[in-house]
């Protein structure tokens, strides 16, 4: 087992993962920015290396400078939360240059999960269900055009280097084909360097339902549930749940078996997500996988009573998972609490807070690095909270996020704990009955 864990990330993720080391006696390392150094990962952990400037490129995500960090402390294994470098095949190639246990997945695997086109190819071939569409990347416009008329419009055209939505456009008709090829084509390339694309049949109003699975060293995967992810504004996760409203026993058991079948067929080893669009006839169709821990994470946990991260070390440490899959036994719901203004276009809203006083109680969940007197960076990611709450039915759980978003105090900044609020109240989200259209039609009603 690792003696010391370098956590190459910040915030609320960075804690996460010293937590659970300090259950496992393991040492901890952080490493943070000169913008970060009076954050709570600095504090908490064993050891801490200032790795550079405010900037992420001067600081998380300068390889060199956290490699470094890991050589000088002696840290035997790095782990790179989400975002950052965590799904960054040089650097866990880097790691593994430098004997540093990468716990996450292998620079192979990265690159393989990575070019879209081609996991599509792979899931085709492990027998998971895939949209209709091209065979891999399209070579040229005329081919796109033949595709096209082959999988009937409407299609999607899709980045094979993308994610996230860039360089993705939706194509009702043929006359809309050629513009479409060729915004589509420029995003890419400016936004990844690469502008290979691929076409799928367009699945429309899609949910957003995904499956965390752990493989480990030895071929074996197992899988621990969905989250439903629909709640989306412009491709960002709002809030998410397990079970999925809109889940059956049935459909479960199938997307679970087939994204357990995906891992093992690809060896798969460490925390990943196979996400799929399903349609409102319960067809299920890959999407993309996620080859890192994510920020959804928790619902999982508190539903089939597992850490997650604790299982990624155990796996990048070789020792083998029980096999078994993991089913809910309750019901959680996350809000994700961002430094935005949400009657402003949710537009980014970092300061000074100059008082917070945390939700609490049975079956309430905060993970957060933030405190009354701690300035928020404008330099990172805007989300400062996860609230996770979590009960025995559906309907509890939404009472108990009420209850725990009207007692959650932060003052001096803006946040979007109004939206979550008024979320909660929505009727069709408080039915179960969105999908990734949902957020298109919300407004946001002003409050004094
Ligand atoms: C789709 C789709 C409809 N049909 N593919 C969005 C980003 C990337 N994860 C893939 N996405 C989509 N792919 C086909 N064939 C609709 C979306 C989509 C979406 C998917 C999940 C969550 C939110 C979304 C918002 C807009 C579009």
Redesign the pocket.
């Known amino acids: 087992m690792f003696k010391k864990i370098l956590i190459a990330n910040r915030g609320e993720i960075a804690l996460r993962v010293i937590r659970t080391c300090r259950e496992m006696g393991i040492k901890t390392v952080a490493v943070y920015s000169t913008a970060d150094q009076d954050s709570l990962h600095v504090r908490f952990a064993d050891e801490a290396v200032c790795i550079g400037p405010a900037p992420s490129s001067e600081s998380y995500l300068k390889m060199v400078n956290i490699i470094a960090a890991a050589e000088i402390t002696n840290a035997d294994a790095i782990h790179p939360g989400y975002g950052f470098l965590s799904e960054n095949a040089r650097f866990s190639k880097l790691c593994q240059d430098h004997d540093i246990k990468f716990i996450g997945a292998t620079p192979e695997m990265i690159n393989r999960m990575g070019d879209k086109a081609n996991a599509k190819s792979t899931m085709i071939a492990a027998g998971v269900p895939c ?1 209709p ?1 091209s065979e891999g990347v399209i070579e040229d416009f005329e081919t796109c055009e033949k595709v096209a008329l082959e999988t009937g419009y409407p299609v ?1 055209l ?1 980045a094979s280097a ?4 860039k360089g ?1 456009r ?1 194509v009702w008709k043929a006359e809309d084909l050629r513009d479409a090829w060729d915004s589509a084509r420029h995003e890419s390339k400016a936004a990844f360097g690469n502008d290979d694309m691929y076409m ?5 109003e ?1 949910r ?1 339902i995904e499956i965390q699975i752990v493989g480990d060293a030895y071929g074996k995967a197992c899988h621990l549930s969905e989250r439903d ?2 709640v ?1 504004r412009r ?1 960002q996760k709002l809030t998410e749940e397990t079970p999925s409203p809109f889940m059956t026993d049935e459909l479960r058991e199938a997307m679970g078996n087939a994204a357990v079948a995906a891992a093992e067929y690809i060896k798969y080893e460490g925390a990943g997500t196979v ?1 799929f ?1 399903v349609d409102k006839h319960r067809n299920f ?1 890959f ?2 996988m996620n080859t890192r821990i994510q920020v959804e994470h928790p619902i999982t946990e508190e539903v089939v009573d597992y850490d997650l991260i604790r299982e990624q070390i155990m796996v990048a440490a070789g020792i083998p998972i029980s096999g078994k899959n993991y089913f809910p036994k309750l019901h959680s719901i996350e809000c994700r609490i961002n430094a935005e203004d949400p009657f402003a276009g949710f537009r980014p809203a970092p300061g000074k807070i100059t008082s917070f006083h945390a939700p609490g109680g049975h079956g309430v969940r905060l993970d957060t690095h933030v405190y009354a007197g701690y300035t928020i960076p404008p330099n990172y990611d805007s989300m400062i909270a996860k609230l996770i709450c979590t009960a025995q039915t559906r309907d509890e759980a939404i009472n108990k996020m009420k209850r725990a978003l009207d007692e959650f105090i932060i003052e001096g900044i803006k946040t979007t704990i109004p939206f979550h609020r008024q979320l909660m109240d929505h009727p069709d989200y408080v039915a179960g009955n969105y999908t ?1 259209k949902f957020m298109e039609d919300f407004v946001i009603e002003k409050t004094i």
């Open positions: 949209v569409g999607m899709k993308g994610g996230g939505g993705m939706a799928e049949k367009l699945i429309e899609p957003h992810c629909s989306q491709h996400e669009l169709y999407m993309e990734t």
